[in-house]
């Protein structure tokens, strides 16, 4: 585990996180302008660091900033941060901001603010049993830009809490009736033992993990949708899952009131769930030791 105070990485400085200090002229605190990624390492190596880099990248561009110089180093920068925290299993935030200017709507002509947090993750552990959660069926208020991963989070944010404050564990979007994603995961359905997922448009974030997941699914033989579906056919659905960085593939037991099946995670959520560890263990822990 990492200190309490931990070493990050500022503007091109390591530095320790209580040190660290960001201009009140920072433009993601007045706009929300900027883009950021979470990624994991596991046993001291990442998992798709070229995906990850890949979206930032395009994330940066459909934001009309410049891309800071060699973006490429967060490589070099995250295992120095793994090195100065005494960490092998770690989840890696890293945020770009605009950088600070005062407050104007037009795009200054300044530095980037660069940021990564590292925090402890728990290692693999291949005989975990698929994590469980609930979730509740939510308006998806958010702009028509989802596939940015764009500090906007405040719709996130409320349906998350009022899921919470409703008993349950997440909150599952949908607009007008047709799900798009979760609150900060990507939702997925099974139906007579095929998986669904709303296709990577302009309304849902292109995960890492959902696309790690449907690559796993077509080489194990499922049968994939890229389609969208309801919110009606997810209450009947099969199976419900969810898939993401930090959650990897969860399956989801309960919605609003409807129990999924029967209520425990189905046949196809587990061959992914498993599909899922053993990637993982071929691309991070296969050189280990």
């Known amino acids: 585990m990492t200190h309490s105070n931990p070493t990050i990485y500022l503007n091109g400085r390591f530095v320790p996180k209580s040190a660290a200090a960001i201009s009140v002229d920072e433009r993601g605190m007045f706009y929300g302008d900027g883009v950021y990624e979470v990624l994991r390492f596991y046993a001291g190596r990442p998992l798709a660091m070229d995906l990850h880099v890949d979206r930032m990248r395009k994330s940066l561009s459909r934001i009309e900033m410049t891309e800071p110089e060699g973006l490429d180093r967060f490589l070099n920068v995250a295992e120095t941060l793994l090195e100065k925290n005494k960490l092998t299993n770690a989840r890696f935030y890293w945020q770009i901001t605009r950088g600070a200017s005062p407050r104007n709507v037009n795009y200054p002509d300044v530095p980037p ?137 969860t399956a989801i037991t309960k919605v609003d009131q409807q129990t999924i099946d029967d209520g425990k995670p189905g046949p196809v959520t587990q061959r992914l769930h498993d599909a899922l560890n053993d990637l993982i263990a071929n691309e991070c822990l296969q050189q280990v030791g």
């Open 113 to 249: 603010t660069e940021l990564v947090i590292v925090d402890p993750a728990a290692p693999l552990n291949p005989d975990a049993p698929v994590p469980t959660l609930t979730a509740t069926l939510t308006p998806d208020e958010r702009w028509a830009n989802c596939w940015i991963k764009s500090l906007m989070l405040l719709p996130n944010v409320l349906a998350s809490n009022a899921a919470h404050r409703a008993g349950f564990d997440s909150a599952i979007l949908h607009r007008d009736g047709t799900v798009t994603e979760a609150t900060n995961s990507n939702a997925m359905i099974v139906r007579a033992g095929e998986l669904w997922t709303h296709p990577a448009n302009r309304y849902i974030l292109n995960g890492v993990t959902r696309q790690l997941i449907l690559r796993c699914a077509r080489e194990i033989g499922v049968t994939v949708h890229e389609q969208t579906y309801t919110t009606d056919q997810l209450l009947t659905a099969d199976e419900v899952l969810l898939t993401g960085t930090t959650i990897h593939v």
